[in-house]
């Protein structure tokens, strides 16, 4: 019987246990690159887990702000076609009502405003697709002093203020139309209507824009910038309303007429009948003696018959002895009545008539009365007070010494329509009275006519209340 040892003989034990070793060797080593891989995998997956998450924290914030600007743009496309508009922007010193509506007055007003909404809705209606929505706005720029004295010179109204119960009525029977009285001065209608210009036409509601600036080729600068830009162009539309300049058809615009509310032509120089002496501006120096030296004018009545025959040298007494002519002549000379006036500087700026000096009684009077209780300027110097409830004193008036100091006061106050004033019952002040007497303004801004210091006052001419003016030489 073999022994125990006997049966391990024929065994390479330490081959095997060698090979048991590479074995787990080589184990080891799997799981050592499988615990490698693993964590590679582990991290990348990581990796992406925060990506994911980044996306879709993105994601979110990107809906958001989609859904954001997708209600901003809905918002702004429905701002966009809520309440659309054409304007209409006119030169109201070029462009001049109908004779007939200017007659009418506050009636006249009312009238050309609504041929003027109807003349605008037809025409946009007839060119544009959906403008019946659309609203009309009207913006006229215009000096209605000026124009009222130039229309009551010519016949046209009866008195220069008639024009603005013309421009409170225009304005008045539709919301969105005004007449804007711009004052004196030539580039103040133009700078207005070239601003307004400016600014609407980039807006979007504004759908159409009609231009009625045609008489004036100051305007064209501004309007040839928009011949080539196609958009543009498409809302513009210029309005004729007398002789339009050349340069405003080359800029290719659609022109429109509006007869039924503008003049086809422009104001005349003088009342239709009339020769060439004008009625409005300027009357010889010969006219203009009894306003400056307060003579009485010999009166002469000649009959139409006898002035337009120049052949006629015959007297009034011969006139009268041959029978030719019955005619009743009043030899006397009648009272002189001196017009009232308003000095106006070169720029049509008011400037103050100059006072008589005042004696030092009557303003030492005017002085203490007024620190116990001012008196009425109205009342005195115009005869009328026309507050009823007026806190001044009223009384008999004063005499004309204390009037003359109580004017010389009233002036130091500024009046509040400044130089563009044309009451002639205003004794409010409408220059510095430390320039006028030409030793300069001792409060700098602090004065109460700081707005007006710098003009010019030197008197260039005289406005007379019947609306003519008389050129001081």
């Known amino acids: 019987m073999p022994g125990l040892l006997d049966v391990f003989d024929g065994l390479d034990l330490n081959g095997q246990l060698d090979r048991f070793r590479q074995s787990d060797a080589e184990r080891q080593s799997l799981v050592e690159n499988i615990v490698k ?131 409170r009525a225009f304005s008045l029977n539709q919301p969105l139309f005004s007449i804007i009285d711009v004052g004196f001065g030539k580039e103040r209608a133009d700078h207005k209507l070239k601003e307004f210009f400016r600014f609407f036409v980039q807006n979007v509601q504004c759908k159409h824009i009609i231009f009625g600036g045609t008489h004036d080729n100051g305007y064209l600068p501004n309007l040839d910038p928009y011949k080539k830009d196609t958009l543009a162009a498409k809302r513009i539309t210029l309005l004729q309303s007398a002789a339009i300049q050349p340069g405003f058809r080359e800029l290719g615009f659609p022109i429109v007429r509006f007869d039924s509310v503008f003049r086809p032509t422009d104001l005349p120089e003088r009342p239709s009948g009339v020769s060439a002496s004008p009625v409005y501006g300027v009357t010889s120096a010969m006219e203009r003696q009894p306003s400056h030296s307060g003579s009485t004018p010999t009166p002469m009545s000649v009959t139409p018959s006898l002035a337009g025959d120049s052949k006629n040298k015959s007297s009034w007494a011969t006139v009268g002895k041959n029978g030719a002519v019955e005619k009743s002549i009043n030899i006397a000379s009648p ?54 409830y007026c806190p001044y004193v009223h009384g008999q008036r004063l005499g004309p010494t204390e009037q003359l100091a109580l004017r010389w006061k009233a002036r130091q106050r500024s009046c509040q329509l400044g130089n563009a004033c044309r009451s002639f019952d ?24 700081a707005r007006m210091h710098g003009k010019d006052l030197h008197a260039a001419m005289k406005y007379f209340e019947d609306g003519t003016i008389d050129v001081i030489h």
């Open 335 to 388: 009272k002189f009545v001196p017009r009232r006036t308003i000095l106006l500087n070169s720029m049509d700026e008011r400037v103050d008539a100059p006072l008589a000096k005042a004696e030092r009684p009557a303003i030492d009077y005017v002085n203490e009365q007024t620190k116990i209780n001012k008196f009425c300027n109205e009342h005195h110097l115009t005869g009328e007070c026309r507050s009823q």
């Open 37 to 167: 891989q693993y964590e590679k995998l582990q991290y990348k997956y990581l990796e992406k887990c925060n990506d994911y998450d980044n996306e879709v924290q993105s994601r979110r914030l990107w809906q958001t702000q989609y859904e954001t600007a997708r209600r901003e743009k809905l918002h702004a496309e429905n701002g966009i076609d809520s309440n659309p508009f054409v304007l209409a922007l006119i030169d109201g010193d070029g462009a001049i009502f109908q004779d007939a509506l200017l007659k009418e007055g506050r009636d006249g007003g009312a009238d050309a405003a609504h041929r003027l909404l109807t003349e605008i809705k037809q025409y946009v209606q007839a060119n544009f697709e959906n403008a019946g929505a659309w609203s009309v706005m009207v913006q006229v720029y215009t000096n209605l002093e000026g124009l009222g004295r130039k229309l009551f010179s010519l016949g046209m109204i009866s008195s220069p203020t008639e024009i603005h119960a013309f421009s």
């Open 426 to 449: 205003c004794f409010w002040g409408h220059q510095c009275q430390g320039e006028n007497l030409g030793y300069g303004c001792l409060y700098g801004n602090g004065c109460h006519f």
